[in-house]
């Protein structure tokens, strides 16, 4: 278990285990601890809870040794997946469920619930989750989806609906609404960024030349302006992301955990 910009720089074990849910309160040195693998869905968990100034402890998922698939993190989330945030209602899964809860716990990152941009920014936010992140997830996992040896061809029919999806995006922040532009960021920059360092780098033995950052403008400056954000150095510090990890990305040092 780490604080959280002081991470482990190797494979810490899962030193515990739920005898109940609602234990986990009472060994919690801050108000949320962040279940996470370097490089995976956590890291835009980790970013938001960065610019938020929310002190939090991380605790690694070491996916090497398949501890999503233990008792103790299944206790959390049954489906197995990164990230979990553990918090004083309970623990939590799903990355677009967490930044919500986080925005609208703290009153950062997102517009109010009776924001006249509130609907604009679900829509969006959920279009990133819902459509955008999982149609990344069969690019990366396609073996998962469909036979190994078509697995290429099922990729090459995923790859036009994420370049559609990104256009979409992009028209959005040409428009620079305030809960997707440059100056204040919101959930859902942290969470476009990441999915599009992503596909910069996954998966490793694939094709991806597809994917063209300069292709969309207005995306690339939300991804230059968050390259500089304390909250983005300090993301670098913890999973080892390089320099400059949305606009130029280098796999993660430490690997451990990393979404490939």
């Not at 402890?57 to 299944?74: G, I, K, N």
């Not at 990133?128 to 040896?149: G, M, P, Q, W």
């Not at 609906?161 to 620079?176: C, F, G, M, Y």
């Not at 400056?221 to 909250?231: A, H, I, K, N």
């Amino acid at each position: 278990m780490s604080l959280k910009c002081a991470f482990p720089m190797g494979n810490v074990a899962i030193g515990y285990s739920y005898s109940a849910q609602t234990d986990y309160i009472d060994r919690m040195e801050t108000p949320y601890r962040l279940h996470y693998a370097p490089d995976n869905a956590s890291l835009v968990v980790r970013l938001a809870l960065e610019e938020m100034g929310v002190p939090y402890q991380s605790e690694l998922v070491d996916r090497r040794r398949h501890q999503q698939d233990e008792a103790a993190y299944r206790a959390l989330n049954p489906n197995g997946l990164i990230p979990v945030l553990e918090t004083d209602q309970g623990p939590i899964f799903e990355t677009a469920a967490i930044l919500l809860w986080l925005a609208d716990r703290h009153g950062q990152l997102a517009p109010s619930p009776d924001s006249n941009d509130r609907a604009a920014f679900l829509k969006w936010l959920f279009f990133a989750s819902n459509t955008l992140h999982a149609d990344l997830r069969i690019v990366f996992y396609a073996e998962k989806y469909i036979e190994t040896a078509q697995a290429e061809s099922l990729r090459a029919g995923i790859r036009p609906r994420l370049r559609q999806h990104l256009q979409n995006l992009d028209a959005v922040a040409q428009s620079k609404p305030d809960w997707l532009c440059p100056e204040h960021p919101s959930v859902l920059n942290f969470y476009i960024a990441c999915m599009m360092r992503w596909m910069a780098l996954y998966p490793a033995r694939s094709d991806r030349s597809w994917f063209q950052l300069a292709d969309t403008p207005y995306l690339q400056t939300l991804l230059m302006q968050l390259e500089m954000r304390p909250s983005t150095r300090a993301a670098i510090a913890a999973e080892g992301l390089g320099v400059t990890p949305f606009t130029s990305p280098t796999y993660a040092n430490p690997s451990e955990g990393s979404a490939t």
